[in-house]
Antibody
Framework: QVQLQESGPGLVKPSQTLSLTCTVS??????????WSWIRQPAGKGLEWVGY???????NYNPSLESRVTISIDASKNQFSLELSSVTAADTAVYYC??????????????WGQGTLVTVSS | QSALTQPASVSGSPGQSITISCTGT?????????VSWYQQHPGKAPKVMIY???NRPSGVSNRFSGSKSGNTASLTISGLQAEDEAAYYC??????????FGTGTMVTVL
């Protein structure tokens, strides 16, 4: 059974870069059927898709974040990572990593990591 | 890329059926089968309940069902139970290959 776990600093200063890693266990991240994804959720608010990376390395980002986001993959460690640059308080949120499946018609996420809270504050 | 529109809250008594709507456009929800639904309990990660408008993943109760008409999708929970009290989000994969979530609906079991 595939499991995902986020890790990284819980506090980031404004204008700096937020960096998170998601470790995948119970399955290979090199599986060509899946898209490794990041989703975030500010406290008390809804979900926002950040982006995903395919095992080949191709990426797709939320247009509203695209200029600041980089998602990368390290197959040797079975991990993928998120970098979000020039952060502000608006980037404070719980960040989830998840496995995405695309059927040709729809795209859905599951399983998900437990989430990690990142606070942007000086 | 605007969030899909959901009612802020829906409530029902145990045993009743409730329906949550999710309204988008012809470029996302209106596409062939591009709607999923997630359940999120407080402090927990979301869990997919429906994908491709009406398909249930293995292990999800058949009390959950999905449908769509035009640019509006719906999630119906039948035989409402206390454990169904949670936030529910729809999502859609648009024609621009971007994913968008709904605004979220809080389901209360009275």
């Amino acid at each position: 059974q595939v499991q995902l776990q986020e890790s990284g600093p819980g506090l980031v200063k404004p204008s700096q870069t937020l960096s998170l890693t998601c470790t995948v266990s119970g399955g290979s991240i090199s599986n060509n059927n899946y898209y490794w994804s990041w989703i975030r959720q500010p406290a008390g608010k809804g979900l926002e898709w950040v982006g995903y990376i395919y095992s080949s390395g191709s990426t797709n980002y939320n247009p509203s974040l695209e200029s600041r986001v980089t998602i990368s993959i390290d197959a040797s460690k079975n991990q993928f990572s998120l970098e979000l640059s020039s952060v502000t308080a608006a980037d404070t949120a719980v960040y989830y990593c998840a496995r995405g499946t695309y059927s040709g018609y729809d795209f859905w996420f599951g399983p998900w990591g437990q989430g990690t809270l990142v606070t942007v504050s000086s | 890329q605007s969030a899909l529109t959901q009612p802020a809250s829906v409530s029902g008594s145990p045993g009743q059926s409730i329906t949550i709507s999710c309204t988008g456009t012809s470029s996302d929800v209106g596409l062939y089968k591009s709607v999923s639904w997630y359940q999120q309990h407080p402090g927990k990660a979301p869990k997919v309940m429906i994908y491709e408008v009406s398909n249930r993943p293995s292990g999800v109760s058949n009390r959950f069902s999905g449908s769509k008409s035009g640019n509006t999708a719906s999630l119906t929970i039948s035989g409402l139970q206390a454990e169904d009290e949670a936030a529910y989000y729809c999502s859609s994969y648009g024609s621009d290959s971007a994913l968008v979530f709904g605004t979220g609906t809080m389901v209360t079991v009275l």
